[in-house]
């Protein structure tokens, strides 16, 4: 599939040049081996920078050229004593995709020797480096592994076994731009310096380390028990979840395991309240009955306590086990609980592999299939972008924080009613308190505006669904969103029960439900689902419309004795980042698991490197809950990351990267509105959700805890008043629905292509859904391009739309994303 990385009007390749070169290259019909292409002349060049800037030579550099000379040829003033001293080695210029990709792993590299010998000097110690001719050595060394492994893609070797370095090297850009490519560049080079005093022994030894195929032998005390596991599949509002709580309410002991704090909290409350002790255990928060041996439990699922035998588990949203990054939660909370009945509730597509895991696990399946309570309906027209024609119990979907709050506004102008929010980022007391604020029919608060967070199960009385937009910002560049992701969300119109309702309901009813196949109900209301812009409408009805292809693979994560083993054939000194991607890159896994992608763990562990931290503490610190894209949360990791080094210093106030006095200011003294304001809370509010997650692994240094939850309601305080008072300039959402209008038929075009080659339209896009995300990424996005591009009479700015520059896959079965604006 094509490719489509642009950044301010301008295609991948193009970002990481200077000067605009338009002089069309000669035709070549000659067809590259392996599927190098030659470029179009339709495509626009740009010239590298002059050979003169890129050496290091003590001369001034040059004004540019005038732009009537810059399509004339360039001589190459290379001279032999650049040649002999090794400041030069030339890529041959050629015109195929893999050429230009060549030339820019040749930048990487002088980027990388830059850094290593001007910035990252105290690296290289623990990589076994000892002088700077050493290090020169090496590098000149690994340069030419570049050379040779890009010469090898121009003649046509490509694939994963043949060249392994250029497929992670393309793969890394292709996933994650220039950045992702630079972070696998020094990755590569590590490996290089490291892996050359490995014995063969020590290399035996890490690939039985590394040997993952076999995820259920990790859990012997699980497969020991023999378990019954009920499978509970069906659409969106269908009453799974219902049946399976149910059948938990009934046993003695067990335990709720959900995808989000909220779900988690919203049951606990729910137990609590028919008089059923329960106890509420998130990463953060820990509720127990006191004075109490048997209560039942409550938590995230990856909280879910894997030495405890137990009657009954309930694991929600199960078809998040093949999640990119979350995936593993899923499959360790179903391989490892150890509940003699476990009830897994999700979509009809994760049958076949849920199968599949029980027959290898020796438990026996009972399937229990489900029908939706109430119709789901699409409407036939969009709202053409006329707010004035939402009605009692809309729900707008959106996906970017700020772009939640500009139409907050852009509805409370309009309609003069009052509107509610929930988005991931927002604590999950005060996403509870704006969805009983909609929920309730006795206020104004007449409509909702939301992210995906309303797809995983929130208990909300929606009438009617509508897609502000069709595609959002997954950490990497902005894609149109799954068929089943459309499908979780639009099935929470017509709401057959809330949390309200469940409470009222007395505690036996309904305990036997789960041994019939489906439950019939009076139909309270038809469930609508529509868009705001007439050019997402045909997403979504093609979406509604399409059956979701089964799930093929769970997510699965080293443990964390194996990591303790596999780091011990390292130095001692050795990034613990290197450590965890040596052991992703040499394990092997089974065809029906997938390693989840290490997102910003891998940035964690670069963080609390310099600190004296044993190995175990640095995987607790990866597995936190973490939001370093948040202004400043780098500041938080470290200084915590130094008092657990220095085994004190964690009290709250001694913190110095905590911002507690911006509790003492009003929330309109700050610099930037409440806008500012609102945005600096809720990082606090991550900072001290992290403060609390820690105090429970390192309780002797991080020991005001009950303090750190007082501060926390505070901060959760602020952000109900900023909820109340903010306003965002609605024009940037108005800029960005003409942007995105043209990004969506680059999209559709994309999608009838992949169709026509006989492929799901989802096949090119992973399973990324973060849904507990703040959608940081998406408001960066929003924020940019709102800003730095200019729409004029409604016509876009000529370099918008890019070029599509294609990357042939490394065989016939691998494919990759297109990142998209």
């Known amino acids: ?92 210029r050629t015109e195929t995709t893999y050429g230009v990709f060549g030339k820019l792993l040749s930048e990487q590299v002088s980027v990388l020797r830059s850094r290593l010998q001007n910035r990252d000097q105290h690296l290289i110690a623990a990589w076994g480096i000892t002088s700077d001719r050493e290090l020169e050595e090496q590098l000149t060394s690994f340069e030419k592994g570049i050379e040779e492994c890009s010469r090898r893609a121009e003649e046509g070797v490509v694939s994963k076994a043949d060249n392994p370095l250029f497929y992670r090297l393309r793969q890394a850009f292709v996933l994650g731009n220039v950045k992702e490519l630079a972070a696998e560049m020094k990755y590569a080079f590590i490996n290089h310096v490291v892996s050359s005093t490995f014995t063969t022994q020590d290399q035996a030894n890490q690939d039985k380390l590394a040997d993952l195929r076999y995820p259920v032998e990790w859990f012997p005390a699980t497969r020991a028990l023999q378990r019954t596991v009920h499978l509970h599949v069906g659409p969106t509002n269908s009453g799974k979840t219902y049946h399976a709580l149910q059948r938990l309410e009934a046993a003695e002991t067990g335990i709720y395991a959900g995808p989000l704090r909220l779900l988690a909290h919203e049951v606990y409350s729910r137990f609590n309240a028919k008089g059923k002790p329960c106890a509420l255990v998130t990463g953060e928060e820990r509720r127990v009955p006191e004075a109490m041996t048997n209560f039942m439990s409550s938590c995230t699922v990856e909280m879910v306590p894997l030495n405890s035998v137990m009657d009954v588990a309930v694991i929600d949203e199960i078809q998040m086990m093949s999640d990119a990054e979350r995936g593993w939660a899923w499959t360790q909370a179903f391989l490892g609980v150890q509940a003699k009945e476990v009830h897994l509730c999700g979509e009809v597509r994760t049958i076949q592999l849920v199968t599949d895991l029980c027959k290898s696990m020796g438990d026996t399946l009972i399937i229990h299939r489900y029908e939706r309570l109430s119709p789901l309906k699409m409407e036939r027209q969009s709202l053409n972008g006329d707010l004035s024609r939402l009605q009692k119990g809309d729900a707008v979907i959106l996906f970017s924080r700020v772009a939640i709050h500009a139409m907050k506004a852009d509805i409370e102008r309009t309609t003069g009613k009052r509107c509610a929010v929930v988005y991931g980022s927002l604590p999950p007391e005060t996403r509870a308190q704006q969805a009983a604020l909609f929920n309730d029919p006795n206020n104004d608060y007449d409509f909702l505006v939301a992210s995906d967070a309303v797809g995983m199960g929130l208990n909300l009385s929606i009438k009617r669904i509508i897609f502000e937009a069709t595609s959002k910002h997954d950490g990497i560049g ?13 099935g929470r119109a017509g709401r057959f029960k809330t949390a309200s309702d469940a409470i009222q309901k007395s505690p036996s ?51 964390s004795n194996i990591l303790l083993r596999f780091a011990n054939y390292f130095p001692p000194k050795t990034p613990f980042s290197y450590i965890v991607l040596r052991l992703y890159e040499i394990s092997s896994l089974h065809p029906r698991f997938h390693l989840c992608r290490l997102k910003e763990q891998i940035e964690v562990a670069d963080l609390i490197q310099p600190y004296d931290l044993t190995n175990m503490d640095r995987i607790v610190f990866m597995s936190a809950p973490v939001a370093i894209r948040e202004p400043g949360f780098a500041d938080v990791i470290t200084e915590f990351a130094e008092c657990v080094a220095k085994q004190t210093g964690g009290e709250l106030l001694n913190l110095r990267s905590l911002n507690l006095e911006m509790l003492d200011m009003d929330i309109h003294a700050h610099p930037e509105g409440t806008k500012g304001y609102l945005k600096e809370a809720e990082a606090l509010h991550k900072a001290l959700t992290l403060y609390l997650w820690l105090s429970y692994r390192f309780a002797g240094i991080f020991r005001s805890q009950a303090l750190a939850f007082h501060v926390k309601s505070l901060v959760e305080e602020k952000i109900d008043q900023c909820l109340g008072e903010v306003h965002f300039d609605a024009s940037k959402r108005k800029q960005l629905t003409k942007l995105r209008q043209r990004a969506v038929e680059d999209q559709v075009i994309e999608m009838e292509a992949a169709e026509d080659l006989g492929q799901h339209p989802d096949s090119g896009r992973e399973i990324r859904t973060p849904m507990e995300g703040d959608g940081s990424d998406a408001d960066e996005a929003f924020e940019d391009q709102a800003t730095e591009i200019g729409i004029e009479g409604g016509a876009r700015r000529d370099g918008l739309s890019g070029a599509s520059i294609q990357i042939s896959p490394a065989s016939g079965r691998s494919r990759y994303n297109s990142a998209n604006v």
């Open 478 to 490: 902005f894609r149109l969103i799954r068929t089943s992701e459309i499908k979780q969300i639009a």
């Open 1 to 92: 599939m094509p490719l489509a990385i642009r950044r301010s009007g301008q295609c991948a390749f193009c970002a990481f040049r200077n000067t605009e070169w338009f002089a069309s290259p000669p035709w070549h019909p000659l067809q590259q081996q392996n599927g190098a292409r030659h470029f179009s002349g339709k495509i626009r060049r740009i010239r590298p920078p002059p050979l003169e800037s890129r050496l290091r030579l003590d001369r001034p550099s040059r004004p540019p050229p005038p732009r009537n000379l810059r399509a004339r040829p360039m001589p190459l003033r290379i001279t032999a004593e650049h040649q002999a001293e090794g400041a030069y080695r030339p890529f041959l």
């Open 509 to 559: 009813e309904g305990v036997e439900a789960v041994q019939t196949e489906k439950k019939e109900k009076p139909v309270k209301n038809i469930g609508l689902v529509t868009t705001l812009e007439n050019f997402d409408l045909p997403i979504v009805k093609k979406a509604m419309e399409t059956e979701v292809e089964p799930l093929k693979t769970a997510g699965i994560f080293p443990p």
